[in-house]
């Protein structure tokens, strides 16, 4: 028996019609990590935002006449202790919120780097598809 013609042709079109529908979804996955990626630096920003928040306000309030509470002639009797007692307590908040902060950037970026790797992968995968293609 022969090889019919068209039926070869058919073939390579269906193979093409395969390759081509699979780097559209590589392609498509490409599209979300890097939309994903985005996302993740937006986050990011705000976090950077809101440590820079924290440390002026901090800042301020370290260097401000009510850190050493117990100023002669300005915070005395109860009040003296009631404040000096109390204000520790929001600059911890303040501190860990920060450190917190910045943890969460550390692992934003680790996720950034992994999405970049991913993507990386998936623009060789393509790459190698397209290859394919053109040997058709």
């Known amino acids: 028996m022969g090889i ?3 039926s070869v042709g058919a073939a390579k079109a269906a193979m093409r019609a395969a390759i081509n529908a699979e780097i559209q979804k590589l392609q498509k996955k490409i599209r979300k ?3 994903v990626k985005q996302k993740i630096k937006l986050v990011q920003l705000h976090i950077d935002a809101d440590i820079s928040t924290w440390n002026r306000s901090l800042g301020t309030f370290e260097s401000s006449q009510m850190a050493p509470v117990k100023v ?3 915070f005395e009797g109860d009040s003296a202790e009631t404040i000096s007692t109390k204000i ?3 600059i911890d908040i303040m501190r ?3 450190s917190g902060a910045q943890e969460v ?3 934003a970026d680790i996720q950034i ?3 970049d790797v991913y993507i990386e992968t998936l623009e060789q995968q393509i790459e190698a598809l397209r290859a394919q293609l ?3």
Do not use: V
């Open 72 to 74: 002669t002639d300005k």
């Open 134 to 136: 053109a040997a058709i």
């Open 88 to 90: 520790p307590e929001p």
């Open 96 to 98: 860990e919120n920060t």
């Open 4 to 6: 019919i013609p068209g």
């Open 33 to 35: 990590a890097k939309d």
């Open 113 to 115: 780097e992994k999405l």
């Open 105 to 107: 950037q550390g692992e």
